[in-house]
């Protein structure tokens, strides 16, 4: 999580020297893991787990052999190296995921620097002269240098915001820290007006309400959070002087200084609120039936609701199949879309469609190898319009796969993603813990957020937001291998689980 943090403040570690840094530290990390744990090599893992890990060391080969017919062979060893350091935090996290305490620390970890970056990023709203954003631009893309990066980085914290907040066998003060940091990483995810982060969050949220253990107390502390900060992204939304580009410093600070006392009252009122429903919670004590009657009028509210949304908005337009149409052409258009909050509410793809196009001509050209690792660049330049802005990425991993390293690479990633999802939800089945299952069940959320930002946007590259994925994905991978070869530590003696101080992640439910 050190190497997060850095990765986070130094563009992402999409830049060759952090990218560097971020790799080698991995690797570094993993080669003290091997040696100071030597019996990984004992442990007889399940096929899945060996299918998975298997799957990505045959795409970091073909990545690196594509080199000899690479038309970028200097960026093809560039990426050579970034599929290295995430294969190496794979194995970090396949090794880690067998520790218990480990895998609770880790969201409170990824939390803390996912929560400081929201609050360097939210700085560019808050304290405009101190720091400032890209270009003067609304949309904040401060650290990572990239607007939807630091939207999907927001979104990645919220499911394990969610477990920690709704888990009553956690510490309170832990709750409390988690519940908190809520509303100003919302309101971070407002101002980037990353429709992509907001499309992927509501995905990701669905499976894990879907299979969380916790979901009724998770969705009353999603309100409790999403509430306040609701209030404060609607009023922003209404002031010019934050949500347009390029505006006088001055008209920045007298907006900024309102918007610093609503930040903190959404913060103060959330705490408040969950420390009330906290206290509450150890008078009352609701049974199995009177949670499934109130999570079943939840269930019907929100149907209901989604149903009567979708027909009057149906309603409003003059025909179906006219929207439709409007869409489509909406959707394949280059433009980038309205400026402000109206932006999150269109459909424009902002010129992703053309650079789909050009990825899937070029893997007609060469279905096989592709044109090479990180080659896209090239490409672009040879099949791009005279008058479209020039790119480096496809925005989309299957389309860039596809170019880059033909069906085969294409097909070794989705080995590796379907039996990682595999595995998980396999795991899910076969815990019984409670706690545990809810925590499997927000790394699955977090899985699929990425998943479902990365199949439209580039962030393969940056580091920063790629890194929990495959860190997060090894633990499910190794805790399902522990559990499945009756290997857990706290069995095995001389392991030293037992030893570790857990009290503060295991105190009474409050």
Sequence with gaps: MMLEAFAAFFNGAYFLGPMTLFAGGAWVILLFLIFTEPDVFQIRWPGAAVVACGSLV???????????????????????????????VLMIGVIAGRYRIIRRLSPFLLITVVAAVSVYAVGVKILPSFITNLQDLARISVPLGYTNAVGLFMAL????????????????????????????????????????????????????????????????????????ASLVAWWSSGQEFLMNDNVDLEMRLTAASQLRVYLVLSIAATAALFSLAMLAGRKVHAGKKAACVLGSVILVILSVSFVAGTYRFVSSKPSFSEWLDETYVSFTERNQGPSGASRLFTMSASGRWQLWQEAVDSWEDQPITGTGAQSFRNVHLLRRDAAAVFVKQPHGLPFRLLSELGIVGLAFFLIFMVVTLTVSCLLLFMIRNRRER??????????????????????????????????????????????????????????????????ALDDEPV
């Excluded at 970028?72 to 290295?84: K, L």
């Excluded at 590259?461 to 929990?468: C, Y």
């Excluded at 499910?476 to 070869?485: A, E, R």
């Design 58 to 88: 045959l795409f970091w080969v073909w990545t690196g052999l594509s080199v000899f017919w690479s038309i970028n062979p200097d960026q093809t060893w560039v990426e050579f190296n970034r599929t290295g350091g995430y294969l190496a």
């Design 157 to 228: 914290a919220v499911p394990f915001i969610l477990h920690i907040s709704a888990e009553k066998s956690i510490a309170w003060y832990f709750r409390l820290y988690a519940i908190s940091a809520l509303p100003i990483i919302l309101i971070t995810l407002f101002f980037t007006l990353s429709r992509g982060a907001f499309v992927a969050l509501v995905v990701g949220l669905t499976v894990y309400f879907s299979v969380s253990a916790t979901r009724l107390r998770s969705f009353g502390v999603a309100l409790v959070a999403i509430v306040p």
């Design 438 to 503: 809810s925590l499997a069940a927000a790394i699955i959320c977090m899985s699929v957020i990425y998943l479902v930002h990365t199949s439209f946007d580039w962030d393969w590259n940056i580091l920063a937001v790629t890194m929990p994925y495959f860190l997060f994905t090894g633990m499910l991978v190794g805790w399902y291998g522990s559990i499945k070869q009756g290997n857990r530590l706290s069995g095995r003696p001389g392991a030293g689980h037992r030893g570790v101080n857990e009290s």
